[in-house]
């Protein structure tokens, strides 16, 4: 028995990119074109009144956003797949489609056995990443666990005695105030600031203000 081939709708508002799916798609046995849609609601109309299995769905339309509307159809026809094909290749874009509901997600510059690809696979119920998108993701990954580990190692730079201290100078309390307050000497808290200057690079307080702000050392001044 013949397995029915994927109904493929084309959402974009450039009618020739609709007309080259079509034409690339109509020699396909397992992926029928089944039509296409320059807005939202030519295409909530469409599978309103059609078989869709997956939507190709561009991002940047009049109106309303391919995000926008790929959470519309989400919402109303969740059985139906949506792949993004797309030119935007921003991480945050990228985050949204798929937040919205999108199964898989493809840049225009993709090859068509990648999109073939690409529609079989989420019309299986599976998740669809192009190559480059992969490449962008993980790209994105490595430089926030770059940034992570970087705020780590500079969150280690000083001592517990130093983070005491440079708390207090941030409050504005003088060498002897700390000194007093800690039960050390002044020769003691002398060391210990220049130990945070050098350690933090910084060269006065509002050098210190930034840093403990970006390393999350910052405390209510009304803590004793």
């Known amino acids: 028995m013949c397995q029915k081939p994927i109904q493929v709708l084309v959402v974009d508002d450039h009618q020739i990119i609709i007309d080259g799916m079509k034409s690339i798609l109509q020699d396909e046995e397992t ?29 940047s339309m009049p109106g309303h956003s391919g995000i ?87 969150s280690q730079l000083l001592t517990p005695r130093e983070k005491e201290i440079l708390q207090l100078m941030l409050r504005e309390f003088s060498n002897d105030k700390i000194a007093e307050k800690l039960f050390i000497s002044i020769r003691t808290v002398e060391t210990h600031r220049r130990n945070i200057f050098t350690k933090t690079n910084t060269k006065n307080v509002v050098g210190l203000i930034k840093y403990a702000m970006k390393q999350g050392l910052t405390q209510n001044e009304s803590q004793a």
């Open 68 to 154: 926008e509307i790929t959470r519309m159809i989400k919402e109303k026809y969740p059985d139906v797949k949506v792949l993004a094909l797309t030119m935007h290749d921003e991480i945050d874009i990228i985050a949204d489609m798929i937040d919205a509901g999108a199964s898989g997600y493809l840049l225009k510059k993709a090859n068509m056995n990648e999109v073939l690809d690409a529609l079989q696979t989420v019309a299986r119920g599976q998740r669809y990443l192009g190559s480059k998108v992969q490449d962008i993701l993980m790209d994105d990954f490595s430089q926030r666990r770059s940034t992570r580990q970087n705020r780590e190692y500079e």
């Open 31 to 59: 992926v029928q074109f089944a039509g296409g849609a320059n807005t939202m609601q030519e295409a909530l109309d469409f599978i309103d009144q059609h078989q869709v299995d997956v939507i190709i769905m561009d991002i």
